[in-house]
């Protein structure tokens, strides 16, 4: 195997491998490796992406999980760009987003157009999808369900530390009706996450992108088209997104004053019961 050091895509690859071994065999890692004959860690490697694969290594995999050489050239047309510090997929595939997201520690975004999707509810996430207008009418109500399926993450004990910069122009932009709107507002009054807004008049001129950060593997940059999904570990370009964020920190308002905005667009406080999920402060 190449030691290469692991994407958002190679590890949602290796992380495909392992279902495949846990539905197909019912072996776990070290048995699989018995029969390979291979060393124990070596299966762990591949299903974590830490390391790339040779062929003949994927073959011998893939065939004891019982798939046949069509799944193999499949596989293998996705898996030779599974390293690569730059890379890009249709929009529609929302795995490798999904896992980035679930195992990052800090989850940094700017959203200039739109309430970024971790925190949208079910009603706003519609609007959204049937405003741009790509995307076929009974696609939404999946595509909704994801969306809502990922913030998941949120509620969990150990959520990432998530900072949102969202650009006023994404609040006055009328998604629906004025009740969906205001249950916008109040969902990122949540406290599971940090808002900061970007004033109108900040002079600003940048598109929208996130930054995961991982306990033990490289940053990894993400932005997102309408057409594309792109996912970026150079070096470089890390810390080119590092300079925007500095830049945001500077021009966005502080967490309070963007909290003491929303309050006013949603039209008053709300309280909410003290209970272990997210609620209004």
Not at 9 to 19: A, H, I, K, P, T
Request: hydrophobic share 35%.
């Amino acid at each position: 195997m190449t030691s290469i050091p692991s994407t958002a895509y190679s590890r949602d690859l290796g992380d495909e491998l392992r279902r495949l071994r846990e539905t197909c065999t019912g072996l776990n890692g070290n048995a699989l490796a018995i029969k390979l004959g291979w060393d124990p860690s070596k299966v762990s490697t591949i299903e974590h992406g830490k390391a790339r694969a040779s062929e003949i290594a994927l073959v011998q995999y893939i065939s004891m999980c019982g798939k046949d050489i069509d799944f193999y050239e499949e596989f293998k047309q996705r898996y030779r760009y599974a390293f690569d510090e730059y890379i890009v997929q249709v929009n529609g595939n929302l795995r490798t987003v999904a896992m980035a997201e679930s195992t990052a520690t800090m989850i940094t975004s700017y959203s200039p157009q739109s309430v970024p999707g971790l925190v949208q509810t079910p009603e706003y996430a519609d609007g959204i999808y049937r405003m741009t207008g790509m995307v076929t009418e009974e696609r939404i109500p999946d595509l909704v369900q994801f969306r809502n399926d990922r913030q998941a993450i949120l509620r969990r004990h150990n959520r990432p530390t998530c900072l949102f910069y969202v650009h006023e122009h994404a609040l006055e932009l009328q998604v629906g009706n004025s009740q969906i709107m205001k249950d916008q507002y109040a969902r990122m009054l949540h406290k599971t996450h940090t808002i900061r807004i970007v004033p109108a008049d900040a002079p600003l001129a940048a598109s929208g992108c996130v930054l995961w950060e991982f306990e033990k593997a490289h940053p990894v940059a993400f932005s997102e088209t309408d057409l594309t999904h792109v996912f970026v570990q150079d070096l470089g370009a890390i810390a080119r997104t590092r300079l925007l964020f500095d830049r945001l920190d500077q021009v966005a308002m502080d967490a309070e004053q963007s909290r003491s905005m929303l309050t006013e667009y949603v039209g008053a406080p709300r309280e909410e019961p003290d209970d272990a999920g997210p609620h209004l402060a």
